[in-house]
C-alpha cells in the first residue's frame, strides 16, 4: 500500500532495540517470563505481572485476530483516509496497535475476530512497523 506522506518512525531504546531488529528481519518478536510464564508487549525488561528481570525474547507466530478498531477519516502523516487504527489480539496473548493492510478500510471489510498474520512496513532506513494483514487461507 503506497503511503503519501512519510509516517513517524519510532527510536529504538536499549530496551526495545531487540523489538525493532526482529521487525527489520521481518520477525514480531515476544518476552516471556521465565518465572510465570506469561507473555506481554511492549518490550521491557521485566515481566509487567510478577515484576521478574528473567525473561526471554521469542519469535512469535504473526498470527493475531482483530480485536477492535477505529476508521479514521482525517488525513495525517502518513495516511491516506480512510484508514483504520486497530488493536489486535495476538495468538501468544498480548495486544497490539497497528493497521490493517491489504483490507478495504471499512466495517464491511475489517469483522472483528477476524485472522490476521503480521507483515512489516519499512517507514525509514532503520525501522519496519509490523502491520496485518488478513490470513491466507
Ligand atoms: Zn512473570
Excluded at 490493517?100 to 517507514?123: G, H, K, N, W, Y
Aim: net charge neutral; proline share 12%; hydrophobic share 30%.
Amino acid at each position: 500500500m503506497p503511503r503519501e506522506f512519510k509516517r513517524f518512525a519510532p527510536t529504538p531504546s536499549p530496551e526495545t532495540q531487540h523489538y525493532w531488529d526482529g521487525c527489520k528481519e521481518g520477525e514480531l518478536r515476544l518476552q516471556r517470563c521465565d518465572q510465570c510464564e506469561h507473555t506481554y508487549f511492549p518490550p521491557r525488561p521485566f515481566c509487567p505481572k510478577c515484576a521478574s528481570r528473567e525473561v526471554s525474547i521469542y519469535k512469535a507466530s504473526g498470527k493475531a485476530t482483530l480485536w477492535s478498531y477505529v476508521i479514521h477519516h482525517r488525513p495525517m502523516p502518513g495516511f491516506k483516509p480512510p484508514y483504520a487504527i486497530a488493536v489486535v489480539q495476538l495468538q501468544e496473548g498480548p495486544r497490539m496497535m497497528t493497521n490493517i493492510v491489504e483490507c478495504e478500510q471499512t466495517p464491511e471489510a475489517l469483522q472483528l475476530d477476524m485472522p490476521l498474520e503480521v507483515r512489516f512496513e519499512s517507514v525509514s532506513d532503520d525501522i519496519n512497523l509490523p502491520v496485518f494483514a488478513p490470513a491466507q487461507k
